[in-house]
């Protein structure tokens, strides 16, 4: 309302106001002071989560993602390391191609597949993270977790740029076709790296790793001198 706006009033005078507006008090029609949300350019539009259709496709995706931890992690453990990023490569980069051809009308496949494909692709960072550690020093998880993250950030920087420009010339599927390349190729460099080194016999615990802080991979991942210390 315009007299909250330019008049100040406190929190008593908003509520008068509003019960005014409840009990039919204030003529909705002609009242001037009155911010049309249909007129108005300077406004802005609040919606729930159900509203935003994309807002609730990453609420699921990032709900699959933590799911996929405490599965996936024991995998990794049992398993050759290389082996689960080629399964989930692979199983990302089939989720993909079915999001591509889904039409948006079928809501829930969408969120079905935006759950798994958010449990197929949220632990490829730790396990790859966790395979690199298995051939390092103690002392080198930080760098390593360093170099990761420098990585990372790089992708994260390229591919919206990229990808944006796809779904410029080509539609919004194109995104999920770029995602399922980029996972089948790392599907392709797992299985070059177990063709070029064996697996270690004994493998550093798997431990989720955030792709965004390095804070947290120092307290996760102590070095070795650190550890002595205490």
């Known amino acids: 309302n315009r007299k909250v706006i330019e008049k100040h009033l406190d929190l008593l005078e908003i509520i008068q106001l509003m019960k005014r507006l409840i009990d039919g008090q204030e003529n909705l029609v002609e009242n001037e002071d009155l911010l049309r949300l249909e007129t108005e350019r300077d406004t802005v539009k609040l919606m729930t989560m159900?509203?935003?259709?994309?807002?609730?496709?990453?609420?699921?995706?990032?709900?699959?993602?933590?799911?996929?931890?405490i599965p996936i992690g024991r995998l990794a453990d049992i398993f050759d390391r290389r082996w689960v990023l080629i399964i989930l490569s692979l199983f990302a980069a089939t989720i993909s191609i079915i999001l591509s051809v889904i039409a948006s009308q079928y809501v829930l496949y969408l969120y079905l597949c935006s759950f798994l494909f958010g449990f197929a692709t949220f632990p490829i960072f730790s396990v790859a993270a966790a395979h690199a550690n298995d051939f390092a020093e103690q002392d080198k998880y930080v760098d390593i977790a360093a170099s990761l993250i420098f990585i990372f950030g790089l992708g994260a920087i390229i591919s919206p740029l990229f990808s944006s420009a796809l779904i410029d010339y080509f539609g919004p599927?194109?995104?999920?076709?770029?995602?399922?390349?980029?996972?089948?190729?790392?599907?392709?460099?797992?299985?070059?790296?177990?063709?070029?080194?064996?697996s270690v016999a004994e493998k550093t615990p798997y431990m989720y790793l955030p792709r965004t802080s390095l804070i947290f991979g120092k307290f996760l991942n102590p070095s070795k001198k650190e550890s002595d210390d205490n």
């Open 50 to 69: 159900h509203a935003s259709k994309g807002l609730e496709f990453i609420v699921v995706f990032l709900f699959g993602g933590l799911i996929a931890q």
């Open 173 to 198: 599927a194109s995104l999920f076709i770029f995602l399922s390349l980029v996972h089948i190729l790392l599907s392709i460099i797992g299985g070059i790296r177990m063709m070029a080194r064996p």
